[in-house]
């Protein structure tokens, strides 16, 4: 079956690098997706990787897949407070419609 | 402007009386889903649906339902609400098929409250 698992919560300081860590069960799975929740708001489409794919950067965001754990992490470089947010990973497996698989989301604070 | 949008963004409601939180996307997308989001529980699937007239439950249905008569509109229906049911609700959609790294747009949220 499928279960994604994060850790609640994460403090870290302005500046420093943030690593959100998620691992999933589901070895099947085609896209990992990291989202983002700012307070009061929906969801948003952070970033996403190919299960092929072992790393993607974009920006300040770096995405390291490892396979064999099944440990898919989300580095925030220079962490800012606008970052503060609810981060959500994801999965999708299955053929054809495929089905998205949510975490719990850890809560990202950012001490000025 | 592409978007998912929801109403309302609020409701306090009492138990038993029937209720609907719409869902309207403009992106001409397949695939609805509606998702509750619970503390410590992360979004959990209640319904989805894959096109017009086709709804299939999710992970969490009971005391749900949708209907989707039009590709834009899918709502969300409460018929007998109970306190179990308050809990934070969104609406998202998405494409379908090899383009799943699109990933889902999100409506802004319901907060309703069975009192």
């Known amino acids: 079956g499928e279960d994604v698992e994060q850790s609640l919560f994460l403090s870290v300081r302005e500046g420093d690098s943030s690593v959100i860590n998620c691992t999933y069960t589901d070895s099947s799975s085609t896209y990992l997706y990291w989202y983002k929740q700012e307070p009061g708001a929906g969801l948003q489409l952070l970033t996403y990787i190919f299960s092929n794919m072992d790393m993607k950067q974009d920006q300040r965001l770096t995405v390291l897949l490892n396979k064999k754990d099944k440990h898919l992490s989300l580095r925030i470089a220079d962490t800012q407070t606008g970052d503060s947010a609810i981060y959500f990973c994801?999965?999708?497996f299955g053929g054809g419609y495929q089905k998205v698989t949510f975490g719990t989301g850890t809560k990202l604070q950012v001490i000025p | 402007e592409a978007q998912v949008t929801q109403n309302p963004r609020y409701l306090i409601t009492v138990t038993g009386k029937k209720l609907t939180v719409t869902c309207s996307q403009n992106?001409?997308?397949?695939?609805m889903s509606w998702y509750r989001q619970d503390p410590g529980l992360g979004l959990r699937q209640i319904y989805y649906?894959?096109?017009?007239?086709?709804?299939d439950k999710g992970d969490v249905p009971e005391g749900y339902k949708v209907s989707r008569k039009e590709k834009r509109n899918f709502p969300l229906i409460l018929e007998s609400p109970s306190p179990n049911q308050t809990s934070l609700y969104f609406c998202a959609s998405r494409l379908t098929g090899t383009v799943l790294n699109y990933g889902y747009t999100f409506g802004s949220g319901t907060r309703l409250t069975v009192v």
């Open positions: 994801a999965e999708s």
């Open positions: 649906s894959m096109n017009v007239e086709v709804t």
């Open positions: 992106m001409n997308h397949e695939y």
